[in-house]
C-alpha cells in the first residue's frame, strides 16, 4: 500500500493477514508495518482481533493468508519460540508462565546460566533480582510465582521478554493489572528499549496512554484494518470514532448529584473484621443503592478486603452483621447464600471456566446457589444468556461457544453476566472495567449506577481512578494492607485520593 | 489447552462398528446370534456380556476423571466387593450379599474421596493406597482362598438373562441409566464440568466442590462393587489375587477413549461406555483370530498411543491420514 521510497525498510511488515476460526473471520486482510525505535499502538474494540493479529504473528496460531517480513527477510514463525528465535518477543495478554515454578526460574526458563550442566541457582537469582529491581520490584525470587498477584506476575512476563534482546517487543494489554506507579516504570523501561532501536507494539484499553507513550496508532475493526497514523494526526475523538465505527454516546461524565444524606437501609456492617498477616482489622459499612469504592495501590489490601468480605479467606476476628443479624461468612457459599456476589480480579484462574460455553459460564452462580437438584432448565438458561448477551453487548452473540474463545474483554463480561444473574444485594467488582474497550466501558459505568439506583449495594476496587470518582458514594484508600482513610461527598477527587495514598509512610512495597 | 467448537460422538460409535465389522471378517459368525432358554446367544452378546465389568468402571471413573481425578483402586475394589459377595452367598440372602458388597464398594469410595478432597492428597496417590491396600484386603476376607459358592441368586446376576439380554448387560444399562438420570438430570453434571475446568473458578461460584468430589468417588467405588459382584457371579467364586486385575486400567482407557480429557472438564459417560465396548471388541476380535492372546496387550498399547497422539492438539493435524481408525478416534479423542 505504502510506498516507502526513502524511508528505511520497515522493521517488521505484516501483509494481508487473515485468520478464521470455525467459519468466523477474525482477522481480514490486515496491514500492518511497524519501525525501528518505534513505539505502535494496536488498538480496537473487545474482539477487534488484536490478540489473534498479534498470535498470528508470532506464530502461535497459524495464518490463513498474509506474508510477514522481519527486516526485510520474509518469516513464517510456527510457534512462539520460533518467534522468539526470530527476534520477537511476546507478553501475551493471558499470562502463560509456569506458576508454581519460582520467579527466578520463570524468568530464565529455557536459558538458566549453567556450569558444567548444571543450573547455577545463585547466579540465577542473582540476576533476576537486577532484572527486576530494574522494574521497581524487590520481591522474593525463590518464591513460586503463583504466590504473586497478576500484576506481579504480569511485570516477571514483561521482564522476562524485555530481556530476551529481541528485536520487537509485542505487549498484550500489559498495564491492565498495573497501578499508575508501574506503569510509569513500564513505560521508563519502554522508552529506553525504543531508544535502542527497538520496535514496540503496545495494545491497550487506556486511551491516556497511548498518547503518553506512543508514536504511531493502528486500528482495528471487526477483524479489518480501520486505518493507522501517527499520534499527532489522531486527535482522542477521532480515534474512538475509528475504534467504534460511530461516536461515543457518552463519555464518563461526572457523578451525578447523588441523593446524599438520607439513611439507605443497611446491606452488611464489618466491625473490626480483619485477617493476621492478611489485612488489618477495618470497618465497613455497605448500603443499599450506595457504591463504596477502595482504592489504593497494588497490594495495598483491596483484593485482600473483598476476598474476606466474600469469604474467600474468612476473617479471623471482628463481627459481621447481615439483615441486622450477626452472621459469619466463612465460605463463599455462605456469602452467596447471604446475597452476595463477588466478581475476582483473575479472570483465567478465579472467573471463566474456558471450556463451558457462555451459557453455562452465565448460568453458573445462579445454579451453585439454586443447588444441583433444582437444575435451571435449557430454557432458562437459554433467556438468562440471551438477556446478559444483549444487555452487555457479548461478541460475538453466540451463547454456545466456549469462553475460552471470546475475546478478554468479552470473558469479563460473561463473568459479570453471572453475577447479575444471582441478582445479589451486594455486588463485589474487583477490577470490574479491566481489559474493556472504551465503548463498553461506559456502558459498565451506566450499569453499575443503574444496579445502585435499583438498590444494589456495591462494593469496587478499582485502579481508575478517574472512573471510580464517578460512581462512588465513599472511596476508601488503603495502604500497607489496612483501611487508612474515608473519603465521601466532595472528598471523592482524583487528587485528593492521590494523596491520601501517596501520604508517608508509603512504601513500594510489592506482593 | 486447545477449544474446539462442536462436540460430535458419533466418531467412537463408528469405531466400535469398524471393529465389530472387523470381527465378521476374521470369523464370519460374529454376528450369528441363536436364541435359547429365552437367552440370547452368539460372539457379539458376548462382546458384551465380557466388556460389562469394564463398562461398569468406566461410568464411575468418567465422573472422576472429570473432576481431574483418577481411581486407580477400582480394580481392587471389584475384588473386596467380590470377595464380600461370594462369602457371604451361601450363607445371607440376596439382598443382604448385595447391601454388604455395595456399602463395602461405598466405603471404599468414601475413603478415596476424603483423601482427595479433605486431605488434599493428589488423586493418583491417593487411590494407590487403596489399590495396593484393596488386593491385602480381599485376601483377608478370602482368607488366601479361592472362595466360591453356590447360591443361584448370586449366580443368576452373573450368568442370568433378562429379556434374553445377559443380566450384567442389563445390569451395566441400567446403572448407565440411573448414572444419567443423577448427573444430567440435575445440575450435578454442569458441575462437575465446571469443577473439572476450573475448580478454583468454580468454587467462587458457591459450587461445593469438595462435597462433590467426594459424591464422585464414592460413585465410582459403587461402580466397582458391582462389577467385582458381576465378576464373582459369573465365576462362582472369588479370586482376590486375579479379580479386577489391571481393569482400572481398561476403564480409564475406556474413558479416553470415549473422548473424556485427563484434565477434566467436559464428559461422556455414554461414550466412556461405548470406549470400554471398543476395547471388548478388540479382545474379542484377537481371540478369535487366532493370534496369541498376548499380542492383545500390544494392540491395546497401539490404541493407547493412537488416542494420546491425536488428543495432543500438535500432532492431531498430521495423524489425519493414518487409516480410518486413528482418525475415527482422533476426532472423536477430542474433547470440545
Ligand atoms: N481460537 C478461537 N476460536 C474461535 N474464535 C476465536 C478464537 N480466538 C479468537 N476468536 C474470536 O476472534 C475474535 C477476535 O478476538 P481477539 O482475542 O483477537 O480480540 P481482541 O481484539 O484481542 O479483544 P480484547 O480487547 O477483548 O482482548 C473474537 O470474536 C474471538 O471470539
Ligand atoms: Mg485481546
Same mark, same amino acid.
Given at each position: 500500500m505504502h510506498a516507502t521510497e526513502t524511508l528505511p525498510p520497515p522493521l517488521l511488515a505484516l501483509a494481508g493477514f487473515s485468520k478464521s476460526f470455525a467459519g468466523f473471520t477474525a482477522l481480514d486482510r490486515v496491514d500492518f508495518t511497524l519501525r525501528a525505535g518505534e513505539i505502535h499502538a494496536l488498538l480496537g474494540e473487545n474482539g477487534a482481533g488484536k490478540s489473534t493479529l498479534i498470535k498470528a504473528m508470532t506464530g502461535v496460531v497459524a495464518r490463513d493468508a498474509g506474508t510477514m517480513k522481519l527486516d526485510g527477510v520474509a518469516i513464517t514463525p510456527r510457534s512462539a519460540q520460533d518467534a522468539l528465535a526470530a527476534g520477537i518477543a511476546t507478553v501475551y495478554q493471558e499470562v502463560n508462565l509456569a506458576p508454581n515454578l519460582s520467579v527466578a526460574q520463570n524468568l530464565f526458563l529455557g536459558r538458566q546460566p549453567t556450569r558444567f550442566g548444571l543450573v547455577r541457582e545463585g547466579e540465577m537469582r542473582r540476576r533476576a533480582r537486577a532484572l527486576l529491581s530494574e522494574f521497581g520490584l524487590s520481591i522474593d525470587v525463590a518464591a513460586p510465582l503463583e504466590s504473586y498477584s497478576v500484576a506481579i506476575q504480569h511485570i516477571v512476563a514483561?521482564?522476562?521478554?524485555?530481556? !530476551?534482546?529481541?528485536?520487537?517487543?509485542? $505487549?498484550?494489554?500489559?498495564?491492565?493489572? $498495573?497501578?499508575?506507579?508501574? +506503569?510509569?516504570?513500564?513505560?521508563? +523501561?519502554?522508552? !529506553? *528499549?525504543?531508544?535502542?532501536?527497538?520496535?514496540?507494539?503496545?495494545?491497550?484499553?487506556? *486511551?491516556? !496512554? +497511548?498518547?503518553?507513550?506512543?508514536?504511531?496508532?493502528?486500528? $482495528?475493526?471487526?477483524?479489518?484494518?480501520?486505518?493507522?497514523?501517527?499520534?499527532?494526526?489522531?486527535?482522542?475523538?477521532? $480515534?474512538?470514532?475509528?475504534?467504534?465505527?460511530?461516536?461515543l454516546s457518552e463519555a464518563t461524565s461526572r457523578r451525578p448529584p447523588v441523593i446524599e444524606g438520607e439513611a439507605r437501609?443497611?446491606?452488611?456492617?464489618?466491625?473490626?473484621?480483619?485477617?493476621?498477616?492478611?489485612?488489618?482489622?477495618?470497618?465497613?459499612? *455497605?448500603?443499599?443503592?450506595?457504591?463504596?469504592?477502595?482504592?489504593?495501590?497494588?497490594?495495598?489490601g483491596r483484593t485482600e478486603t473483598v476476598r474476606l468480605v466474600f469469604g474467600v479467606d474468612p476473617a479471623d476476628c471482628g463481627a459481621a452483621e447481615v439483615g441486622g443479624r450477626a452472621v459469619t461468612i466463612g465460605s463463599p457459599r455462605e456469602a452467596m447464600a447471604l446475597g452476595f456476589g463477588y466478581c475476582p480480579e483473575e479472570r483465567k484462574t478465579e472467573g471463566i471456566v474456558a471450556e463451558l460455553t457462555v451459557r453455562e459460564n452465565i448460568a453458573l452462580a445462579l445454579q451453585a446457589r439454586r443447588g444441583a437438584l433444582s437444575p435451571l432448565s435449557r430454557r432458562e438458561q437459554d433467556a438468562l444468556a440471551a438477556r446478559f448477551i444483549g444487555l452487555l453487548d457479548i461478541r460475538p452473540p453466540d451463547p454456545e461457544r466456549p469462553v475460552g474463545l471470546l475475546s478478554g474483554g468479552n470473558q469479563q463480561k460473561v463473568l459479570l453476566a453471572r453475577w447479575l444473574a444471582t441478582a445479589p444485594r451486594l455486588l463485589i467488582l474487583d477490577e470490574p472495567t479491566r481489559g474493556i474497550d472504551v465503548g463498553a466501558h461506559a456502558e459498565i459505568i451506566g450499569l453499575i449506577r443503574d444496579l445502585c439506583r435499583e438498590g444494589m449495594a456495591l462494593l469496587v476496587v478499582s485502579s481508575e481512578l478517574e472512573e471510580l470518582v464517578t460512581y462512588a458514594d465513599e472511596v476508601v484508600v488503603l495502604r500497607d494492607r489496612a483501611h487508612v482513610a474515608r473519603l465521601s461527598g466532595a472528598q471523592i477527587e482524583v487528587s485528593t485520593i492521590l494523596a491520601t495514598i501517596a501520604q508517608a509512610p508509603a512504601c513500594a512495597d510489592a506482593a | 489447552m486447545a477449544l474446539r467448537l462442536p462436540r460430535i460422538g458419533t466418531s467412537q460409535i463408528v469405531a466400535l462398528g469398524l471393529i465389530l465389522v472387523a470381527n465378521w471378517i476374521v470369523s464370519p459368525q460374529f454376528f450369528d446370534i441363536r436364541l435359547q432358554d429365552g437367552r440370547l446367544f452368539g460372539s457379539l452378546i458376548d462382546v458384551f456380556n465380557r466388556g460389562a465389568p469394564v463398562a461398569l468402571l468406566s461410568i464411575g471413573m468418567v465422573l472422576v476423571i472429570a473432576m481431574r481425578g483418577i481411581d486407580l483402586s477400582v480394580g481392587a475394589v471389584m475384588a473386596i466387593c467380590g470377595a464380600i459377595a461370594a462369602s457371604l452367598a451361601d450363607s445371607h440372602s440376596l439382598p443382604v450379599v448385595l447391601a454388604a458388597a455395595l456399602g463395602a464398594g461405598l466405603l471404599c469410595g468414601l475413603w478415596n474421596g476424603l483423601l482427595v478432597a479433605v486431605l488434599g492428597i493428589q488423586p493418583i496417590v491417593a487411590t494407590l493406597i487403596l489399590m495396593v491396600a484393596g488386593r491385602g484386603i480381599a485376601q483377608l476376607i478370602t482368607e488366601g482362598r479361592i472362595v466360591t459358592f453356590t447360591s443361584p441368586d448370586l449366580a443368576f446376576l452373573g450368568?442370568?438373562? &433378562?429379556?434374553?439380554?445377559?443380566?450384567? &448387560? &442389563?445390569?451395566?444399562?441400567?446403572?448407565?441409566?440411573?448414572?444419567?438420570?443423577? &448427573?444430567?438430570?440435575?445440575?450435578?453434571?454442569?458441575?462437575?464440568?465446571?469443577?473439572?475446568?476450573?475448580?478454583?473458578?468454580?468454587?467462587?461460584?458457591?459450587?461445593?466442590?469438595?462435597?462433590?468430589?467426594?459424591?464422585?468417588?464414592?460413585?465410582?467405588?459403587?461402580?466397582a462393587a458391582l462389577a467385582g459382584i458381576v465378576a464373582s457371579a459369573d465365576i462362582l467364586g472369588a479370586d482376590a489375587n486375579n479379580a479386577g486385575l489391571w481393569l482400572e486400567l481398561d476403564a480409564i482407557l475406556a474413558v479416553v477413549i470415549g473422548g473424556t480429557s485427563l484434565f477434566g472438564g467436559r464428559f461422556s459417560i455414554l461414550l466412556a461406555v461405548v470406549g470400554a465396548f471398543i476395547i471388548q471388541a478388540m479382545n474379542t476380535g484377537i481371540l478369535l483370530s487366532g493370534f496369541p492372546p498376548e499380542t492383545n496387550l500390544v494392540v491395546k498399547a497401539v490404541v493407547v498411543l493412537a488416542v494420546l497422539l491425536a488428543q495432543s492438539p500438535r500432532l492431531g493435524g498430521h495423524l489425519a491420514g493414518l487409516g480410518v481408525l486413528f482418525k475415527r478416534s482422533k476426532s472423536g479423542g477430542r474433547r470440545s
Amino acid at each position: 500500500m505504502h510506498a516507502t521510497e526513502t524511508l528505511p525498510p520497515p522493521l517488521l511488515a505484516l501483509a494481508g493477514f487473515s485468520k478464521s476460526f470455525a467459519g468466523f473471520t477474525a482477522l481480514d486482510r490486515v496491514d500492518f508495518t511497524l519501525r525501528a525505535g518505534e513505539i505502535h499502538a494496536l488498538l480496537g474494540e473487545n474482539g477487534a482481533g488484536k490478540s489473534t493479529l498479534i498470535k498470528a504473528m508470532t506464530g502461535v496460531v497459524a495464518r490463513d493468508a498474509g506474508t510477514m517480513k522481519l527486516d526485510g527477510v520474509a518469516i513464517t514463525p510456527r510457534s512462539a519460540q520460533d518467534a522468539l528465535a526470530a527476534g520477537i518477543a511476546t507478553v501475551y495478554q493471558e499470562v502463560n508462565l509456569a506458576p508454581n515454578l519460582s520467579v527466578a526460574q520463570n524468568l530464565f526458563l529455557g536459558r538458566q546460566p549453567t556450569r558444567f550442566g548444571l543450573v547455577r541457582e545463585g547466579e540465577m537469582r542473582r540476576r533476576a533480582r537486577a532484572l527486576l529491581s530494574e522494574f521497581g520490584l524487590s520481591i522474593d525470587v525463590a518464591a513460586p510465582l503463583e504466590s504473586y498477584s497478576v500484576a506481579i506476575q504480569h511485570i516477571v512476563a514483561i521482564a522476562r521478554a524485555v530481556d !530476551q534482546s529481541a528485536r520487537v517487543l509485542i $505487549l498484550d494489554e500489559p498495564t491492565a493489572s $498495573l497501578d499508575a506507579h508501574e +506503569v510509569e516504570v513500564l513505560f521508563a +523501561v519502554m522508552r !529506553q *528499549l525504543s531508544a535502542r532501536g527497538i520496535g514496540i507494539v503496545f495494545v491497550t484499553h487506556f *486511551l491516556d !496512554q +497511548v498518547y503518553a507513550i506512543c508514536d504511531r496508532i493502528t486500528v $482495528l475493526r471487526n477483524g479489518r484494518l480501520a486505518g493507522s497514523a501517527p499520534v499527532e494526526e489522531l486527535p482522542r475523538l477521532d $480515534l474512538v470514532r475509528l475504534m467504534l465505527g460511530r461516536e461515543l454516546s457518552e463519555a464518563t461524565s461526572r457523578r451525578p448529584p447523588v441523593i446524599e444524606g438520607e439513611a439507605r437501609a443497611d446491606i452488611a456492617t464489618f466491625r473490626g473484621v480483619g485477617k493476621a498477616g492478611t489485612i488489618a482489622p477495618f470497618d465497613l459499612s *455497605l448500603r443499599a443503592g450506595h457504591v463504596v469504592g477502595l482504592a489504593g495501590l497494588l497490594g495495598s489490601g483491596r483484593t485482600e478486603t473483598v476476598r474476606l468480605v466474600f469469604g474467600v479467606d474468612p476473617a479471623d476476628c471482628g463481627a459481621a452483621e447481615v439483615g441486622g443479624r450477626a452472621v459469619t461468612i466463612g465460605s463463599p457459599r455462605e456469602a452467596m447464600a447471604l446475597g452476595f456476589g463477588y466478581c475476582p480480579e483473575e479472570r483465567k484462574t478465579e472467573g471463566i471456566v474456558a471450556e463451558l460455553t457462555v451459557r453455562e459460564n452465565i448460568a453458573l452462580a445462579l445454579q451453585a446457589r439454586r443447588g444441583a437438584l433444582s437444575p435451571l432448565s435449557r430454557r432458562e438458561q437459554d433467556a438468562l444468556a440471551a438477556r446478559f448477551i444483549g444487555l452487555l453487548d457479548i461478541r460475538p452473540p453466540d451463547p454456545e461457544r466456549p469462553v475460552g474463545l471470546l475475546s478478554g474483554g468479552n470473558q469479563q463480561k460473561v463473568l459479570l453476566a453471572r453475577w447479575l444473574a444471582t441478582a445479589p444485594r451486594l455486588l463485589i467488582l474487583d477490577e470490574p472495567t479491566r481489559g474493556i474497550d472504551v465503548g463498553a466501558h461506559a456502558e459498565i459505568i451506566g450499569l453499575i449506577r443503574d444496579l445502585c439506583r435499583e438498590g444494589m449495594a456495591l462494593l469496587v476496587v478499582s485502579s481508575e481512578l478517574e472512573e471510580l470518582v464517578t460512581y462512588a458514594d465513599e472511596v476508601v484508600v488503603l495502604r500497607d494492607r489496612a483501611h487508612v482513610a474515608r473519603l465521601s461527598g466532595a472528598q471523592i477527587e482524583v487528587s485528593t485520593i492521590l494523596a491520601t495514598i501517596a501520604q508517608a509512610p508509603a512504601c513500594a512495597d510489592a506482593a | 489447552m486447545a477449544l474446539r467448537l462442536p462436540r460430535i460422538g458419533t466418531s467412537q460409535i463408528v469405531a466400535l462398528g469398524l471393529i465389530l465389522v472387523a470381527n465378521w471378517i476374521v470369523s464370519p459368525q460374529f454376528f450369528d446370534i441363536r436364541l435359547q432358554d429365552g437367552r440370547l446367544f452368539g460372539s457379539l452378546i458376548d462382546v458384551f456380556n465380557r466388556g460389562a465389568p469394564v463398562a461398569l468402571l468406566s461410568i464411575g471413573m468418567v465422573l472422576v476423571i472429570a473432576m481431574r481425578g483418577i481411581d486407580l483402586s477400582v480394580g481392587a475394589v471389584m475384588a473386596i466387593c467380590g470377595a464380600i459377595a461370594a462369602s457371604l452367598a451361601d450363607s445371607h440372602s440376596l439382598p443382604v450379599v448385595l447391601a454388604a458388597a455395595l456399602g463395602a464398594g461405598l466405603l471404599c469410595g468414601l475413603w478415596n474421596g476424603l483423601l482427595v478432597a479433605v486431605l488434599g492428597i493428589q488423586p493418583i496417590v491417593a487411590t494407590l493406597i487403596l489399590m495396593v491396600a484393596g488386593r491385602g484386603i480381599a485376601q483377608l476376607i478370602t482368607e488366601g482362598r479361592i472362595v466360591t459358592f453356590t447360591s443361584p441368586d448370586l449366580a443368576f446376576l452373573g450368568g442370568g438373562s &433378562v429379556l434374553g439380554l445377559p443380566t450384567p &448387560v &442389563v445390569l451395566t444399562l441400567g446403572m448407565m441409566a440411573l448414572t444419567l438420570l443423577l &448427573v444430567r438430570g440435575t445440575a450435578l453434571g454442569l458441575m462437575i464440568e465446571a469443577t473439572g475446568g476450573n475448580p478454583r473458578a468454580s468454587a467462587l461460584a458457591g459450587i461445593g466442590t469438595r462435597l462433590i468430589t467426594v459424591a464422585v468417588y464414592m460413585w465410582s467405588g459403587l461402580c466397582a462393587a458391582l462389577a467385582g459382584i458381576v465378576a464373582s457371579a459369573d465365576i462362582l467364586g472369588a479370586d482376590a489375587n486375579n479379580a479386577g486385575l489391571w481393569l482400572e486400567l481398561d476403564a480409564i482407557l475406556a474413558v479416553v477413549i470415549g473422548g473424556t480429557s485427563l484434565f477434566g472438564g467436559r464428559f461422556s459417560i455414554l461414550l466412556a461406555v461405548v470406549g470400554a465396548f471398543i476395547i471388548q471388541a478388540m479382545n474379542t476380535g484377537i481371540l478369535l483370530s487366532g493370534f496369541p492372546p498376548e499380542t492383545n496387550l500390544v494392540v491395546k498399547a497401539v490404541v493407547v498411543l493412537a488416542v494420546l497422539l491425536a488428543q495432543s492438539p500438535r500432532l492431531g493435524g498430521h495423524l489425519a491420514g493414518l487409516g480410518v481408525l486413528f482418525k475415527r478416534s482422533k476426532s472423536g479423542g477430542r474433547r470440545s
